[in-house]
C-alpha cells in the first residue's frame, strides 16, 4: 500500500459563480474501501462525475491515476481510465440478457454478426467469481436487484476498472442481499481493486470502510483511518456541529402509558399480508422492523385503505371503524407518510405551499371551497419555521427541494392534519444526516404530545435509537416484538433474528 | 444541546448560494410561462397588419377575430381542465352538435322556447358526466373513452333531428350569437359571443386558482397515486373536469345554434376538438397534466384565429392556408418547449 492508485489534487468544480467543489483532496489506494461521505449538496456526487468524465474539473485541479497524470473527459474517459460507477439507479437494460448487459457497447462480432456464444462464454467465468447464481442468457428483467447488482460489477470487473465506485449500493436490497454484496465488495478488494464507497449509513460504514474521507459545502473536512472511524465523529464532521443526541428520545410512554389509539385486528390481504395484529399507544413510538418484502408497507396502506382488506378490522380508540379510502383514514385521525414520497407523496410541480396545505384546503376553505390563501401562506410559513424547511420561499416547487427539505414538506402536509396516529414509512430514507437528526426530533415531540407514531424503516439503529417497542414482520406474519426498559435496550441481534427468522441466520 | 432544530439554520454556503440562483432561475421561469405565448400572438396580429396594408388592426377586423374565436375559446376551456388532469376529451365537436340540435328542437315548442339554452347546456353536462363516470369509475383511457364518444355522440345528434337540418329563424336569446354588447354607443361594441367566452374564462380562473377543487384538479394532473394518498377523491374531480368541458361543449353548441338559427347534426362542430387541443397546447398547458394556465389557452385560441384571418386578408389560398397553420402551431410549441429547457416536464 505504497503508491496510491488514485490521487485527486485541488481538484475544483465551478458552475457559473457558484463553487460547487473546493480544491479537493482525495487519496486512495489499491485494495481499500475508502468511504465518501457527506450531507446531501456536499459534493459528493461533483467528485464523482469528474471521475466518471461527466463533469471537467476545473484548471488547476490535478488527477493522476497509477502515479501518471491523467484528463478524464467524456463519458468513455472514466472507463478508459480503469473507472468504473455503479450509480444508484442502475444501468442495465432489462429487456437484453446478462451477458448482453456486460459487453453493452462494446459487443464482440463475428463478420458484423454478434457473436452471442462468445459473449457468454466470456461472461460465465467472471459471474463464477462473483458467485453468481444466475446464468449470462439470463434475461435482466427477472433478476432482483442484488443480482441486477452483480451484473454491474460484472460490467465493471470486465471492462479490467481498478476503481470501482459504488453510489449507495443498499439502498434497494434487503438485508441478505447487503450483506452479500459486502462479503462481496471484501472479496474484490482481497484481489486488489480499490473501492470508493457512498453511503449515508454508519452501520455500512463501520463495516467496511478502511477509511472515510467526508465533505461538507464542497470542501475536504478530513479522511480518518480505521481506528479512527465512531459514528460521533462522523456525524460532527459531516454535520459541522456537535450532534450530542443524534437519535433525540425524550417521551417516556412508561411513565404514563397511554390508550391504545389504534390497534389492528388479524388484518390479511391474502397475499403479502397474513393475519397481523398490532396496537399502539398514545404517546408511543413503535417500531415495524423486517426484511424488504415482509409485507410492512403492505399492511400500513391496508391500515389506511389504500388497498382491499380481506379479513380482519381496524380499531380507533377501542371502536371498530371501517376505512376503505386513504381519506378515510385522515378523516379516522389517520395520517401516513408514504415510503417514496416522489411518486406517491409529493407533487414536484406543485409550490411547497400547496404540497403542505394540501390536504387541508377543504377544511380552511370559506364558503364551502373558496381557498382562503393567507391562512394557507401562514401554515406553510409556520412549518417552513418549526421544521427547518430550507428553500428560498414557500412557493418554490416541491421538485427543486433536496431529499431532506421534501420529506419534511411531505412531513409538513401530514402534521397540518393534527393526526392522532402517525405511520410513516422509511422517514429519513434518502435524507442527509442534519435533517435525519431533526426529523427524529420532530417524531419524538409528537410522541410527547401524545400522538400514537408507528415508523416502518430497515434502518435499525434508526428503529432502536427512537422507538420505545418493536414489532418484527417475517414473510407477511407477525414475527414477534420487544419493548424497551431501563434495564434492556432493543438490541440489533434479536430484532435480526426475528426478521430472517433463526434458521436462515446464516444467510 | 436540546435545541437541534435552531442551531441547523446554518449561514448561507455553497448549497444557500445556488438556492439563491436557482429561484432565481424558477423566478425568470415563472414569468416566461405566465407571458408564454402571448409575443407570437402579438407578432403575428402586428406581420398580418403590415402584410395587409393596415387591413388587420381594424374596429371590424378584430370584431371578426374575436367573434371566430369565441366558440373555439369556450371549448378549449373546457379542454383545460381535461388537460390539466393528464386526460384528453376528443368528444366535444360531437357534444357540441347534440347540444346544439337538443337546444334547437326545444326551442321549436312554444311553451318551452325560452328553455332550449339551458337545455343545450344540460345535454352538454350530460354527455360530460357520462364520459367522466366510465374514466373515473371503469378506469377506462381517456383517449378510448372519447374517441368512442366522438363516434357515439356525433350519431346521437343525427338521430335527434333524424339526420336533417333544424332551423328556428325565431329563436330565443339569437342575440347572443350576433348581436353585441354596446359599450360606446357608435364606437365599441363587442359581441356577445366574445362577452361569454371571456366570462368562461374568467369563471375557469377563479375555479383553478381560487378553489379546493382547482388545486385539486392541478394535483390529479401532477401526480394522481399521491393525490389518492392524499385524500383527494380522484374519481370526483375526474367527473367533474369531463362534466365542465361536456357542460362547455353544450355552451359552444348553443352559441354555435343562436348564431345559425340552425344545427345539423353530421356538420356541426366537425374536428373542433382539435382546434380547442391545440389552443390548449398552444397555450403552454403541459399534455401530461399538472402544469398549465386558463390565459395560456385564451391565447392559444387567439392565435388559431388570427390565423386563419389573417391568412385570408393576405390572400394565401385555402391549401395553403392547412400548411402554413400546421407549420405555426408545430413551431410555436418547438419555440415554447426551447425556452423553457430544464423545466421539471414539458
Known amino acids: ?507 | 444541546m436540546p435545541d437541534n432544530g435552531a442551531s441547523a439554520k446554518a449561514a448561507p454556503t455553497a448549497p444557500g448560494l445556488a438556492a439563491a440562483q436557482e429561484t432565481r432561475r424558477q423566478r425568470t421561469r415563472a414569468i416566461v410561462r405566465a407571458v408564454g405565448m402571448l409575443p407570437v400572438l402579438l407578432l403575428l396580429c402586428i406581420g398580418f397588419h403590415v402584410l395587409s396594408d393596415g387591413r388587420f388592426f381594424t374596429g371590424q377586423n378584430i370584431g371578426i377575430v374575436v367573434q371566430q374565436s369565441a366558440v373555439n375559446t369556450v371549448l378549449a376551456a373546457g379542454m383545460t381542465f381535461v388537460i390539466l388532469t393528464g386526460g384528453i376529451d376528443l368528444s366535444v365537436g360531437s357534444i357540441l352538435a347534440a347540444a346544439a340540435m337538443a337546444g334547437l328542437i326545444v326551442s321549436k315548442f312554444p311553451d318551452l322556447g325560452p328553455l332550449w339554452l339551458p337545455a343545450a347546456v344540460v345535454t352538454g353536462a350530460a354527455f360530460g358526466i357520462l364520459n367522466g363516470g366510465l374514466i373515473a369509475l371503469l378506469r377506462l383511457p381517456p383517449f378510448i373513452v372519447t374517441l368512442g364518444s366522438l363516434t357515439a355522440v356525433r350519431g346521437v345528434a343525427r338521430l335527434l333531428g333524424a339526420d336533417t337540418t333544424v332551423f328556428n329563424p325565431s329563436i330565443p336569446y339569437a342575440v347572443i350569437g350576433n348581436g353585441a354588447l354596446t359599450l360606446v354607443p357608435g364606437i365599441v361594441s363587442i359581441p356577445w359571443l366574445w362577452v361569454i367566452a371571456l366570462l368562461v374564462i374568467l369563471v375557469s380562473w377563479l375555479v383553478l386558482k381560487r378553489t379546493v377543487l382547482g388545486v385539486h384538479i392541478y394535483a390529479v394532473g401532477g401526480n394522481e397515486s399521491a393525490a389518492r394518498l392524499a385524500g383527494i377523491k380522484v374519481w370526483a374531480v375526474l367527473i367533474f373536469v369531463y362534466g365542465v368541458s361536456g357542460l362547455l361543449a353544450g355552451l359552444a353548441g348553443a352559441m354555435q345554434a343562436a348564431r345559425l338559427y340552425a344545427a345539423n347534426g353530421l356538420q356541426l362542430g366537425q374536428s373542433y376538438e382539435l382546434d380547442a387541443i391545440t389552443a390548449v397546447i398552444l397555450g403552454g398547458t403541459s399534455f401530461v397534466g399538472g402544469i398549465g394556465s386558463i390565459w395560456g389557452t385564451l391565447v392559444g385560441a387567439l392565435i388559431i384565429a388570427v390565423l386563419s384571418n389573417g391568412l385570408i386578408l393576405i390572400g394565401v389560398s385555402d391549401v395553403w392556408q392547412y400548411v402554413i397553420k400546421g407549420l405555426v402551431i408545430i413551431g410555436a410549441v418547438a419555440l415554447d418547449r426551447y425556452r423553457l429547457q430544464g423545466s421539471a416536464r414539458t
Open chain 1, 1 to 507: 500500500m505504497s503508491e496510491p492508485i488514485l490521487e485527486m489534487r485541488r481538484v475544483s468544480k465551478s458552475f457559473f459563480s457558484i463553487k460547487a467543489l473546493r480544491d479537493v483532496d482525495l487519496t486512495v489506494y489499491a485494495g481499500e474501501i475508502h468511504a465518501l461521505m457527506g450531507e446531501n449538496g456536499a459534493g459528493k456526487s461533483t467528485l464523482m462525475k469528474i471521475l466518471s468524465g461527466a463533469y471537467r474539473p476545473d484548471p488547476g485541479s490535478e488527477i493522476r491515476i497509477d502515479g501518471q497524470p491523467v484528463q478524464i473527459s467524456g463519458p468513455l474517459g472514466g472507463r478508459a481510465a480503469g473507472i468504473a460507477i455503479i450509480y444508484q439507479e442502475l444501468s442495465l437494460a432489462p429487456n437484453l440478457s446478462v451477458a448482453e448487459n456486460i459487453y453493452l457497447g462494446r459487443e464482440v462480432s463475428r463478420g458484423g454478426l454478434l457473436a452471442r456464444e462468445a459473449m457468454q462464454a466470456g461472461a460465465a467465468p467472471i459471474l463464477a467469481r462473483l458467485g453468481a447464481d444466475f446464468t449470462p442468457q439470463t434475461q435482466v428483467a427477472s433478476l432482483s436487484m442484488g443480482q441486477r447488482q452483480l451484473v454491474e460489477i460484472a460490467r465493471a470487473l470486465h471492462a479490467r476498472s481498478k476503481i470501482l465506485i459504488m453510489d449507495e449500493p443498499t439502498t434497494a436490497l434487503s438485508a441478505g442481499e447487503s450483506e452479500r454484496l459486502f462479503a462481496l465488495i471484501r472479496q474484490l478488494r482481497a484481489e486488489g481493486l480499490a473501492i470508493i464507497y457512498i453511503s449515508h449509513r454508519m452501520d455500512e460504514v463501520y463495516a467496511l470502510g478502511d477509511r472515510v474521507t467526508v465533505l461538507r459545502d464542497g470542501t475536504l473536512v478530513g479522511s480518518l483511518d480505521k481506528a479512527q472511524i465512531r459514528a460521533d465523529t462522523i456525524v460532527r464532521m459531516m454535520v459541522g456541529r456537535d450532534v450530542s443526541s443524534f437519535y433525540k428520545k425524550e417521551h417516556d410512554p412508561g411513565a404514563r402509558p397511554g390508550a391504545p389509539v389504534l390497534a389492528a385486528v388479524d388484518i390479511a390481504d391474502n397475499s403479502r399480508v397474513k393475519g397481523c395484529s398490532l396496537t399502539v399507544h398514545a404517546g408511543e413510538v413503535v417500531g415495524l422492523a423486517g426484511l424488504v418484502g415482509a409485507g410492512r408497507t403492505e399492511l400500513a396502506h391496508l391500515i389506511i385503505g389504500a388497498a382491499p382488506m380481506t379479513s380482519g378490522h381496524v380499531e380507533i380508540e377501542g371502536r371498530a371503524v371501517s376505512i376503505r379510502t386513504p381519506g378515510e383514514a385522515l378523516d379516522a385521525g389517520i395520517a401516513y407518510l408514504t415510503e417514496d414520497r416522489k411518486a406517491l407523496g409529493l407533487f414536484l410541480d406543485m409550490s411547497c405551499l400547496d404540497n403542505i396545505n394540501l390536504a387541508v384546503l377543504g377544511r380552511d376553505a370559506k364558503f364551502g371551497g373558496i381557498l382562503d390563501r393567507d391562512k394557507a401562506r401562514d401554515r406553510a410559513r409556520r412549518a417552513f419555521a418549526t421544521l427547518g424547511i430550507r428553500a428560498a420561499n414557500v412557493g418554490v416547487p416541491a421538485g427543486g427541494l433536496s431529499g431532506g427539505n421534501q420529506q419534511k414538506v411531505l412531513l409538513s402536509r401530514l402534521l397540518a392534519i393534527g393526526p392522532k396516529i402517525l405511520i410513516l414509512d422509511e422517514p429519513t430514507r434518502g435524507v442527509d444526516v442534519g435533517a435525519k437528526s431533526e426529523i427524529y426530533s420532530i417524531i419524538d415531540n409528537l410522541a410527547k404530545s401524545g400522538t400514537a407514531v408507528l415508523v416502518i424503516s430497515s434502518d435499525l439503529p434508526e428503529i432502536i435509537g427512537i422507538c420505545d417497542r418493536v414489532i418484527v414482520m417475517r414473510a407477511g406474519h407477525i414475527a414477534g416484538q420487544m419493548r424497551r426498559d431501563a434495564t434492556s435496550p432493543l438490541s440489533q441481534e434479536e430484532i435480526m433474528a426475528l426478521a430472517t427468522g433463526t434458521e436462515q441466520l446464516d444467510a
